[in-house]
């Protein structure tokens, strides 16, 4: 009868759209792919691959058994994980995070994965929210936490928590004593984030549905530069409100009043739903007891939130 590297070779040769992909994957050669689904066709009795298409295009009978392949296969990794212990579990994860949670409480996310699953190697990777996305879709990357302004049939997404921004500028750039107007903030040179990343998304459909119409705008996808722009005085743009208090203390910004204020971000997790195992539970549990956006470059050490979010510390 089959076996699981049969069925594995099958599942991501249809995952990723090609042999080498799937070797790639699954850390092999191309020829012990095609081995695998050769003696898989032998003992159906049955193409799998449509041998006349110049890509790796399954047959009916394929398709079936990449979809039973898929199903199997999750049997197999939830069956694993359920009679391990946690600290048992090897596995690399690659976890793809923005700038702001980088900068923020990425620290104690890894030291609690160390905690709690030490024989996970886990990978960060910061990047936009965009390239993010697309790199789940594609299956290069385990979980992401990102805004949640992402709609993927095929993701699951587990709320984090929330940020607040508020508009800011170096001091005596807005000649303004009280409040003021969207549209008058819009005659200063606004800069913002841009389309590759979620925050930059959602803000650039709300001011749009605000009918604001944005003349002056500098994009970058870099929230160093944003910040830097920022304290030289080329311009306006959204920060945390919290996150950056002290730069404001420090007379290096400027808050602003400015109605309506911005919605609050929303964070999120997302890993593919056909990639749903123990241990990335488990992880996004982890993440929503220490997600705290409140203070730059947090060190490993539980706040007095993450203190109160572990009182029941297993994440199983």
Request: charged share 20%; glycine share 6%; with cysteine.
């Amino acid at each position: 009868m089959w076996t699981y590297k049969q069925l594995e070779a099958v599942y991501w040769i249809a995952r990723l759209g090609g042999f080498s992909q799937a070797a790639a994957k699954l850390h092999t050669t191309q020829s012990a792919i095609s081995r695998r689904v050769q003696e898989l066709e032998l003992q159906l009795e049955t193409e799998l691959f449509d041998r006349t298409a110049r890509s790796s295009r399954l047959t009916e009978k394929g398709e079936e058994l990449a979809t039973l392949a898929a199903n199997l296969l999750a049997q197999r990794d939830a069956a694993i994980e359920q009679f391990r212990r946690p600290d048992a579990i090897a596995r690399r994860l690659r976890l793809g995070v923005t700038e702001l949670t980088a900068m923020t409480w990425l620290p104690r996310l890894v030291a609690l994965v160390q905690q709690y699953y030490p024989r996970v190697t886990i990978e960060p990777e910061v990047d936009s929210s965009v390239s993010l996305r697309d790199r789940l879709m594609n299956d290069d990357i385990d979980l992401i936490i990102v805004p949640d302004v992402f709609r993927e049939g095929r993701a699951v997404c587990t709320r984090l928590g929330s940020v607040q921004n508020v508009w800011m500028c170096k001091p005596g750039l807005v000649n303004t004593r009280g409040s003021m107007t969207l549209q008058e903030l819009a005659a200063y040179r606004l800069l913002s984030q841009g389309v590759l990343s979620g925050t930059g998304l959602m803000y650039s459909r709300w001011l749009k549905d605000h009918g604001v119409e944005v003349e002056h705008n500098l994009q970058s996808s870099s929230l160093i530069a944003l910040i830097g722009l920022m304290v030289s005085g080329i311009g306006v743009s959204y920060l945390p409100a919290d996150c950056f208090a002290s730069m404001v203390d420090s007379g290096q910004l400027q808050m602003l009043d400015v109605n309506p204020p911005l919605p609050e971000t929303t964070y999120v997790a997302m890993h593919l739903a056909d990639q749903r195992s123990n241990l990335l539970a488990g992880i996004v549990m982890l993440a929503q007891s220490c997600c705290n956006f409140s203070r730059l470059f947090q060190d490993a050490g539980p706040s007095p939130a993450d203190e109160a979010a572990n009182a029941n510390p297993s994440p199983l």
